[in-house]
């Protein structure tokens, strides 16, 4: 998936979210790249489909929680339910 930072927000398209592990990629640039991202921003997205759930893949990126928001097309799975993760997931 694409990687867009734009201004002081960035955004990610996850290749697999698995919690509490984190955002994945099956491409080690665009996980590094990610990271620098992720430290220069001030607020960050994962983009994720309900097929990316539960998917790990090659590289992890960082923890669900180092986002600021999670916006997915389906509900957060209910093992995954706690308060702070609660608060960043947006069904859209």
Request: hydrophobic content about 35%; overall charge negative; glycine content about 8%.
């Amino acid at each position: 998936g694409p990687i867009s930072g734009q201004g002081s927000g960035f955004f990610i398209s996850a290749d697999g979210l698995v919690y509490p592990n984190g955002v994945m990629s099956y491409d080690l640039e665009k996980s590094q790249l990610a990271q620098a991202y992720i430290q220069n921003a001030t607020e960050s997205f994962i983009l994720a489909d309900h097929t990316k759930i539960g998917v790990k893949a090659n590289y992890r990126i960082c923890e669900v929680d180092q986002f600021d928001y999670v916006i997915c097309d389906h509900s957060m799975p209910k093992e995954w339910s706690n308060e702070k993760l609660n608060e960043k997931w947006i069904i859209s």
